[in-house]
């Protein structure tokens, strides 16, 4: 519908809005809204936007103040341009279809994913930082060793001495040494968060999925939150299926900010359906030793170095050596460790260094 809007006498509408009219001007000026729609919602404009009066009557008085000056003429053209295009802008927002003139805001309701730690895990302690394995050592010393082994690629044609079996003395005879010099297979990698991980899209595996319960918590999206809203949440729980590094995505972010609890609980919920799965047990391992578990730990970095054995390709191999020491000495049991110490100083490869200072301080 198209409107006039020649008529629009924006005094008399501050005049109705201000209180200035007598009873009968009043009533007069509410029967021409009613049978102007244009003038009603420049009126209702005009009342959501107080501001607007004021601001065009201010436009007045400095043309009043001005209608003497070179620029009188012009300024009172100005206001007209002013005030109309105002109240233009007004109507236009104020005459859509029915569907949005109720003003409705549309609340929308989301679901949000929350980690829900079993108390098994919920009730171990977290190691001072001090004792921790931290984030920054494992991403600092696999990018460091990760330019070794390019190097030695470049060089070598990926041929190096990988789990030389030590010479055996039975019956004070000597066992030779048996030459384990073979080639070197690494396995297929990628990295989420600055962070190493076997890449088992490249791997053949039965399975690619992770199935496991997802926890979502009900409510109103971010902007509609309040307090009422956030105690009257549910938590919906949701048999799902998502893809194998998917799952692992979000794991490792869970590890990579110090979450060792979520982070253990999915590593957990892989072993379920990947009890081999390198990734879990290497990280799960770390998530135990940080969360002062150390015998598990212990197992997990065990399992890493047996079951890279199985698979014949390398992947954490020389952390999960390092720090299966470490943690054998947290158990106090140094002997042991002095001999994982050794094996790592007699490979000579990138914890040698470290090795033998530690090894000076047992």
Not at 16 to 44: Q, T
Not at 238 to 267: Q, W
Not at 274 to 301: I, S, T, V
Request: aromatic share 10%; proline share 2%.
């Amino acid at each position: 519908m198209k409107f006039d809007n020649q008529n629009i006498d924006l005094k008399e509408i501050e005049n109705y809005l201000n209180g200035n009219l007598s009873n009968a001007e009043k009533h007069a000026f509410e029967l021409k809204m009613e049978n102007d729609p244009f003038l009603y919602e420049a009126v209702e404009g005009y009342q959501n936007n107080p501001e607007t009066l004021a601001r065009i009557s201010k436009l007045k008085k400095d043309h009043r103040a001005s209608r003497n000056s070179f620029f009188g003429s012009r300024t009172l053209a100005i206001i007209g341009v002013v005030g109309l295009v105002y109240v233009t802008a007004l109507i236009i927002n104020g005459t859509k279809d029915d569907s949005s003139n109720t003003n409705e805001i549309v609340q929308t309701n989301v679901l949000q994913e929350v980690e829900v730690i079993p108390e098994s895990i919920d009730s171990f302690q977290l190691a001072d930082v001090s004792e921790q394995i931290t984030i920054k050592e494992i991403v600092d010393n696999k990018q460091m060793m990760e330019e070794v082994i390019s190097d030695e690629k470049a060089h070598s044609n990926d041929i190096i001495t990988i789990d030389e079996d030590p010479v055996i003395d039975i019956d004070q005879e000597i066992t030779p040494e048996v030459d384990s010099k073979k080639r070197t297979i690494y396995a297929p990698s990628t990295f989420y968060f600055d962070l190493y991980v076997v890449d088992y899209r490249e791997i053949e595996r039965k399975n690619t999925t992770i199935n496991y319960t997802r926890y979502e918590l009900s409510g109103l999206s971010a902007e509609f939150e309040n307090q009422d809203s956030k105690e009257n949440q549910e938590l919906i729980e949701k048999k799902v299926e998502v893809p194998y590094m998917e799952y692992l995505e979000t794991s490792m972010d869970y590890f990579s900010v110090g979450s060792y609890k979520k982070a253990l609980n999915r590593y957990l919920t892989i072993l379920q359906q990947y009890p081999d799965d390198l990734n879990a047990h290497f990280y799960g391992g770390h998530c135990y030793f940080n969360l002062k578990k150390y015998q598990e730990a212990l197992a997990f970095f065990e399992i890493v170095l047996e079951d890279e054995k199985k698979m014949n390709f390398v992947a954490f191999r020389q952390e999960a050596k390092w720090y299966k020491a470490k943690t054998l000495i947290k158990l106090g049991q140094k002997d042991k460790a002095k001999t994982i110490l050794d094996e790592i100083i007699a490979e000579g490869l990138f914890y040698t260094k470290e090795a033998i200072e530690l090894k000076e301080k047992l």
